[in-house]
């Protein structure tokens, strides 16, 4: 843990003061990684009822040489307390955790993100804000995405390393721990909350970093919350298949951008037969993979899949909605609607997944992610600075509907996945995680948060995972729970 001496919390204050008063804020150029050069505002706003006042240092580029500027920032807010000695919730300024959002949706452009409300919540203060007035200093950090040709893979996973780096570079010159750094993203944030979690200080990003100029300073963080992280995409289309074959009707997301903001659209459809014979392909494929991870459960028993789909693993993401509505029965909740639930006595005795996965509902035509005509956004993801598109799975190439289509090379599929990292001797992990999947999350199969976590689980981090009841591909929805683990985690070793 670092120190603050009283001399330099009285030269922070006496010059966050006098920066108060400039015109400006975020006034860093490229090149300089200083945090002490930064000016800063003086900022409030409401949280149930009680006014949270905070330093808001904004715009701050994150590398000495931003590949795009307009994203390569990173603002912090930091609770006006500290710079008064004081303390929030046990708190004080050398010991309030980092808490690190990141605005990231569909692998597009996110810019820094900001202290508000959530329009998507009823307008409630958003996890930023809450944050603040619990006590934690907040980075949040942009990032390019896969509409730009320098947004490609791995450019976002790069960012986001990069603006650790800038923080613990910086960790004596501003409030905070940058020891015990949290992340927290949702969707395509989530999945890079968890890859930024398993790669820490792993080499295989140093040379993106360098070329960046990012801080020489180590990145591997705290903890991870991820909320409905889509990983382990070289995969994700055979699980998805895995769970969804047979159900042949369905309404796909079509992702967009409108005005800087990710635009979210359902569009019904039936299979074709040409997509039915993809998902019949794909499907036999995933038993072999799940095999070949020896994962086991809670109880040291091996998760395994026979050539139909059906074993262990599947009877363990069962077991993982089973839970989820138990919680809901012992709350009063009544589930007799649920034609995949076998009830009685109050106690759930059986879940018929096929059944489930009939209900949940089909959101993505085979193959979900590595579209055949390269049509998917991860396509996009997986291109280059002057390719526009690849594959980034053989299945995909093998099957090819474009023309002069290309494929991804290895290097920069595996440095997109976590279950690359876990375990690895070359990279730091953190012990503490956090994932929430919602029980009719439709944009990627359950068992790819069932296999990070189990993963996880087998190389000893604890592992906080469950399944919401009810709740869509969404996150950011349980800020009591979520603020009360980071709580929990901040306090132990």
Same mark, same amino acid.
């Given at each position: 843990?670092?120190?603050?001496?009283?001399?330099?919390?009285?030269?922070?204050?006496?010059?966050?003061?006098?920066?108060?008063?400039?015109?400006?804020?975020?006034?860093?150029?490229?090149?300089?990684?200083?945090?002490?050069?930064?000016?800063?505002?003086?900022?409030?706003?409401?949280?149930?009822?009680?006014?949270?006042?905070?330093?808001?240092?904004?715009?701050?580029?994150?590398?000495?040489?931003?590949?795009?500027?307009?994203?390569?920032?990173?603002?912090?807010?930091?609770?006006?307390?500290?710079?008064?000695?004081?303390?929030?919730?046990?708190?004080?300024?050398?010991?309030?955790?980092?808490?690190?959002?990141?605005?990231?949706? $569909? !692998?597009?452009? *996110?810019? +820094? /993100?900001?202290? =508000?409300?959530?329009?998507? #919540?009823?307008?409630? &203060?958003? %996890?930023?804000?809450?944050?603040?007035?619990? $006590? !934690?200093?907040? *980075?949040? +950090? /942009?990032?390019? =995405?896969?509409?730009?040709? #320098?947004?490609?893979? &791995?450019? %976002?996973?790069?960012?986001?390393?990069?603006?650790?780096?800038?923080?613990?570079?910086?960790?004596?010159?501003?409030?905070?721990?940058?020891?015990?750094?949290?992340?927290?993203?949702?969707?395509?944030?989530?999945?890079?909350?968890?890859?930024?979690?398993?790669?820490?200080?792993?080499?295989?990003?140093?040379?993106?970093?360098?070329?960046?100029?990012?801080?020489?300073?180590?990145?591997?963080?705290?903890?991870?919350?991820?909320?409905?992280?889509?990983?382990?995409?070289?995969?994700?289309?055979?699980?998805?298949?895995?769970?969804?074959?047979?159900?042949?009707?369905?309404?796909?997301?079509?992702?967009?951008?409108?005005?800087?903001?990710?635009?979210?659209?359902?569009?019904?459809?039936?299979?074709?037969?040409?997509?039915?014979?993809?998902?019949?392909?794909?499907?036999?494929?995933?038993?072999?993979?799940?095999?070949?991870?020896?994962?086991?459960?809670?109880?040291?028993?091996?998760?395994?899949?026979?050539?139909?789909?059906?074993?262990?693993?599947?009877?363990?993401?069962?077991?993982?909605?089973?839970?989820?509505?138990?919680?809901?029965?012992?709350?009063?909740?009544?589930?007799?609607?649920?034609?995949?639930?076998?009830?009685?006595?109050?106690?759930?005795?059986?879940?018929?997944?096929?059944?489930?996965?009939?209900?949940?509902?089909?959101?993505?035509?085979?193959?979900?992610?590595?579209?055949?005509?390269?049509?998917?956004?991860?396509?996009?993801?997986?291109?280059?600075?002057?390719?526009?598109?690849?594959?980034?799975?053989?299945?995909?190439?093998?099957?090819?509907?474009?023309?002069?289509?290309?494929?991804?090379?290895?290097?920069?599929?595996?440095?997109?996945?976590?279950?690359?990292?876990?375990?690895?001797?070359?990279?730091?992990?953190?012990?503490?995680?956090?994932?929430?999947?919602?029980?009719?999350?439709?944009?990627?199969?359950?068992?790819?948060?069932?296999?990070?976590?189990?993963?996880?689980?087998?190389?000893?981090?604890?592992?906080?995972?469950?399944?919401?009841?009810?709740?869509?591909?969404?996150?950011?929805?349980?800020?009591?729970?979520?603020?009360?683990?980071?709580?929990?985690?901040?306090?132990?070793?």
């Amino acid at each position: 843990m670092k120190k603050t001496t009283p001399a330099l919390i009285a030269a922070s204050l006496a010059f966050g003061l006098a920066a108060c008063s400039s015109p400006k804020t975020g006034t860093a150029q490229n090149g300089d990684l200083d945090f002490a050069k930064q000016t800063s505002t003086k900022q409030s706003a409401e949280v149930n009822g009680q006014t949270v006042r905070y330093r808001a240092f904004e715009g701050i580029v994150y590398v000495k040489n931003p590949a795009d500027a307009k994203y390569e920032t990173i603002n912090i807010y930091v609770p006006e307390a500290y710079y008064a000695g004081g303390s929030i919730e046990g708190y004080t300024a050398d010991t309030a955790p980092i808490f690190f959002p990141n605005q990231i949706g $569909g !692998y597009m452009p *996110a810019e +820094a /993100g900001k202290p =508000g409300l959530d329009k998507r #919540n009823n307008n409630q &203060p958003n %996890a930023m804000l809450v944050a603040l007035s619990k $006590g !934690y200093v907040v *980075a949040s +950090a /942009g990032a390019r =995405g896969r509409t730009a040709a #320098n947004g490609k893979a &791995p450019a %976002a996973i790069v960012d986001l390393k990069a603006a650790v780096r800038y923080l613990k570079a910086n960790d004596r010159a501003m409030p905070g721990d940058a020891g015990k750094i949290i992340s927290n993203g949702t969707s395509a944030g989530g999945a890079l909350s968890a890859l930024l979690g398993a790669s820490g200080n792993s080499k295989d990003y140093e040379g993106h970093l360098k070329a960046l100029g990012a801080a020489d300073a180590p990145d591997d963080i705290f903890a991870v919350s991820a909320y409905c992280p889509i990983t382990d995409l070289d995969h994700a289309d055979m699980a998805y298949e895995w769970q969804f074959n047979g159900v042949n009707d369905y309404k796909k997301m079509n992702i967009t951008m409108l005005d800087y903001n990710v635009k979210r659209e359902l569009v019904p459809g039936t299979l074709t037969a040409a997509e039915i014979k993809l998902s019949n392909q794909l499907k036999p494929l995933y038993p072999a993979y799940i095999n070949s991870l020896k994962l086991k459960d809670a109880q040291g028993r091996l998760l395994t899949l026979d050539k139909n789909g059906n074993g262990s693993f599947k009877n363990h993401v069962a077991g993982l909605l089973a839970a989820s509505a138990q919680k809901q029965l012992d709350a009063g909740k009544n589930l007799n609607d649920r034609n995949w639930l076998t009830i009685k006595n109050g106690k759930v005795t059986a879940v018929d997944f096929d059944k489930y996965a009939k209900a949940a509902g089909r959101q993505k035509t085979p193959p979900a992610f590595d579209a055949v005509d390269l049509s998917a956004g991860e396509n996009q993801l997986f291109g280059t600075a002057t390719v526009d598109k690849q594959h980034f799975t053989d299945f995909s190439m093998q099957h090819n509907t474009a023309e002069g289509a290309t494929q991804a090379d290895a290097q920069t599929v595996k440095i997109m996945n976590p279950l690359n990292y876990i375990g690895s001797s070359e990279a730091k992990a953190p012990k503490h995680w956090r994932i929430r999947v919602g029980t009719t999350d439709r944009d990627t199969s359950l068992a790819v948060s069932a296999v990070l976590a189990a993963k996880l689980q087998n190389h000893g981090h604890s592992v906080d995972y469950f399944l919401p009841w009810d709740v869509p591909h969404s996150g950011d929805y349980d800020l009591d729970e979520l603020f009360a683990w980071m709580k929990q985690v901040a306090a132990a070793k």
